[in-house]
């Protein structure tokens, strides 16, 4: 099984619906993270979470939000998804060694 | 600002040539240097990573990257490729414990057979 997952893989919506990403790890790492990835700007971080209690805005935070609801789940919300946030979105977790993350396979999101 | 280059979008190598894909890094401090991979579809792979000591690495996959403090860049390497490397790949860079990591925006590596 997947040490990190992502659900859904693939997702449909309309502009202003609201949407949340989820993602699940059985690595039992402390820090999780939520990035897009768009074609020619590689990987931007969203939001990243060191602990239950500690969530922090990454470097294109706007439009997003996050829940932490246990050390193993990291919820990513679109409260009123636009086209601008067609996007692919990964999750990842780091531990022990704590600058080495570790990847889920991504949901693609496409807003129309 | 710290910031992550790959100049190079795309690449196109024959099946059995050798392979350098580049990047550089902004901001002196000594960094977290990593390669991951991205398959068609799939989320991202770690190839190798330098956090300090000898500075040629060596990773996965028949991969190696050095470190040149110098030139601050850590360039990818692989003396002969194969056709299941073709892929996205990927440059990141971290600085000091904050865990935080920036990619470069990727380059693409097809084989031509």
């Known amino acids: 099984d997947a040490d990190v997952t992502q659900t859904p893989r693939n997702r449909i919506t309309k502009t202003g619906k609201r949407i949340m990403l989820e993602c699940s790890q059985t690595k039992g790492h402390d820090r999780m993270y939520w990035y897009r990835q768009d074609p020619g700007l590689g990987l931007r971080l969203i939001y990243y979470?060191?602990?239950?209690?500690?969530?922090n805005k990454g470097e294109i935070s706007d439009g997003y939000s996050v829940s932490r609801q246990a050390q193993a789940k990291f919820s990513l919300s679109l409260e009123s998804a636009i086209p601008n946030q067609t996007a692919l979105y990964f999750c990842?977790?780091?531990?022990?060694?704590?600058?080495?993350?570790?990847f889920g396979p991504g949901t693609r999101l496409l807003v129309l | 600002a710290q910031s992550v280059t790959q100049p190079d979008i795309h690449i196109t190598v024959s099946e059995g040539a050798s392979l350098e894909l580049r990047c550089n890094y902004s901001?002196?401090?000594?960094?977290?240097l990593f390669w991951y991979v991205q398959s068609p579809g799939q989320g991202l792979q770690l190839l190798l990573k330098?956090?300090?000591?000898?500075?040629l690495v060596q990773g996965i996959k028949g991969f190696e990257a050095e470190f040149k403090r110098s030139q601050s860049s850590f360039n990818l390497r692989k003396p002969s490729v194969h056709w299941s490397d073709a892929a996205e790949y990927f440059c990141?860079?971290?600085?000091?414990?904050?865990?935080?990591?920036?990619f470069g925006s990727g380059t693409r590596l097809s084989i031509r057979p």
């Open positions: 901001y002196g401090a000594t960094p977290y």
């Open positions: 990842a977790t780091s531990g022990l060694d704590q600058e080495t993350q570790y």
């Open positions: 979470s060191f602990d239950v209690k500690d969530i």
């Open positions: 330098y956090f300090s000591g000898d500075t």
């Open positions: 990141a860079v971290g600085w000091s414990s904050a865990s935080k990591i920036i």
